[in-house]
Each structure stands twice: as C-alpha cells, then as structure tokens.
C-alpha cells in the first residue's frame, strides 16, 4: 500500500517542517466536532493553516487540540496562533508537558534540537506561550466522543518524549502514532530511529509493544503520512530500537562509548541513501550532515547514563 493523504474522515495537514515537503504532518479527525492533532513549527504557521483550508476547513471549526508531545516544536509549535483564530478551540495534552506550552522561553530549544534546524535559526520565530486557561490536562483511557461515530481514545506513550500520547482512532482503526517508530515516510520507504534529547528507547520499547495489541488498520505518522501496515512498521521499529540498544550496550560494556555515534550513523546510512534517492539532495545534506550525527551523540549519552 502506499501514501494515503487522506482516509475518510482523516486528513492529513503537511506542516512544510524547515520547508522541506512531506516531512512532518499534522492531522485533522472531523466527526460532528473536529479534533486537530499536532500543530506544526512556529515558523510554518501559514503552511499549517493553509493545509487545513485546502481540506476544505477553517482553523474556527477547531473544537480540540491534541499534543502527541509538548516537548518539541514542530508538534507542539502552533498552538498558541491557532487558538487565536480557534474561539471554541481547548488544547488537550499530558499534564507533565504543560510548561513547554505555557512557557517555552524558559526551555532551552537549543539543547533539545539539532544544531542550526528549529532553534537556532536566522529569523525563527520561537514559539508564543499558551495561556493556561485554554489548556486541559489528560488522563491515560481518555475517551473523546466526536460523533457521526467517531472516538478519539488516549493512550500515554512515553520513550520518543515523556510527555508522548498516541491517540486510538476508532471509525478507521488508526493509531495516531507521535513520533514513537521514528523517522518512517510514507511515501519514500524510508524508516529509522530518532533520538532527540530526552528521549528513552528503553521507555519506547515498552510503550511500542504495548501497542502492538491494538486492532490497528494504519499508522498516522508523525513523520510523516498515513499507511495502511501498522504492525510491520511498528515490529521494524521495535527492531531499530533493539539495533541501538545493543549497539549502546556493547560499547558499554566494553568501555568504549565514544565508539558509539559513528555506529549508530553506520547502522542508519542505507536509510539515508534511499532518502537522498527519493526526496533528494537539500533534505539528504540536513539529515545526514547535521540531524542524525547530532542525534547519534545524544544515544551515546543516554547510553552512558542508562546502561551502566
Ligand atoms: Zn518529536
């Protein structure tokens, strides 16, 4: 199966992420009441609404928005200028990423994100703070009723982020993923592990096989697009994370963790090849100069704190 841009009542919004085309998403559900799930980077606002009127819908038609994880901007980014234009819009999220959104000037953006992408920018804007009398604090099993049959039921998922939900679509079956399976586009047939600041693969590997049990029919995937093979990406994932613990483990153990970021970029090249073949030069150089050898330092120090 390949790239779906929208499954029935589920569209998919392309947020235009650091300019480049179909490499971050968000998602509009519509049943009686539409759901907004993710909000795109501070610098790409326009992109993210003109993507939900070409759907046909207009930012004021937005009755919930949810946050897969407050900790990173190109999903958590928008809120604030959304629900400007949002009157009846409530932000939903999980409770411990509250002040990324009611303060992110306090948030060190810098150390959270690959070297030149979202923080340090020329001309980013950064991102506006939410007031907390629009946010709403989630618990896990949460069930949202948006009628003509559709549920939207929330599920706390940590290890990409701690503050991670995954959202359980009920009309189609789908799992609003975040960004737990990493890096998988679906129009590309690229898929590889993330490992941003903060994140625990140890935590993730819980949370992925946990999921599994679900009766999905498709992923809606953070970066980026719907498909239609749930489990497949999801094992493929759980086999990533795998590949990286023992990497992490071994070097370890053996006392050698500086060993550990050229491995990780080893094992995640013949990724970045096919990415350089289908989405091209300018992406390639991003992700493969400055985004995973960034992120492959940052699982070598998790690996120093966590496999001891
Ligand atoms: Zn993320």
Redesign the pocket.
Same mark, same amino acid.
């Given at each position: 199966m390949g790239y779906l841009s929208r499954l029935n009542n589920v569209y998919v919004i392309d947020t235009n992420m650091l300019g480049f085309p179909n490499y971050n998403s968000a998602y509009l559900v519509v049943g009686d009441e539409i759901a907004l799930i993710d909000t795109g980077e501070p610098d790409q606002f326009e992109a993210v609404s003109k993507g939900i009127k070409a759907h046909g819908f207009s930012l004021s038609d937005i009755n919930y928005i949810f946050v897969? +994880?407050c900790? +990173?901007l #190109?999903?958590a980014g928008n809120v604030a200028p959304i629900l400007k234009q949002s009157p009846n819009a409530k932000v939903y999220i999980n409770p411990i990423g509250d002040s990324y959104l009611t303060n992110p000037s306090g948030t060190n953006w810098g150390e959270r994100f690959s070297a030149g992408a979202l923080a340090r920018r020329a001309g980013s804007k950064g991102m506006e703070s939410v007031s907390p009398a629009r946010i709403h604090h989630l618990k896990d099993g949460d069930v949202f009723d948006l009628g003509k049959g559709e549920k939207l039921r929330i599920i706390f998922a940590p290890g990409?982020?701690p503050s991670g939900i995954v959202i359980f679509e009920e009309k189609n079956q789908g799992l609003f993923i975040? #960004?737990l399976v990493g890096l998988c586009l679906a129009d590309a047939n690229v898929h590889y592990p993330?490992n941003?600041f903060g994140s625990d693969n140890i935590e993730a590997v819980k949370s992925l096989e946990k999921l599994l049990e679900l009766p999905m029919a498709c992923l809606y995937l953070? +970066?980026y697009g719907i498909r239609q093979e749930p489990k497949e990406i999801m094992l493929r994932a759980l086999g990533n994370l795998q590949k990286l613990l023992d990497i992490g483990r071994k070097w370890v153990s053996r006392g050698n963790p500086e060993n550990i970021p050229d491995a990780v970029v080893e094992m995640i090249t013949p990724e970045l090849e096919k990415l350089r073949v289908g989405r091209g030069e300018k992406l390639y150089q991003y992700v493969a100069y400055e985004h995973v050898p960034f992120q492959a330092k940052l699982f070598a120090r998790y690996c120093q704190e966590r496999l001891k």
């Open positions: 897969t +994880h900790e +990173h #190109d999903h990409h982020q975040n #960004d993330l941003p953070g +970066h």
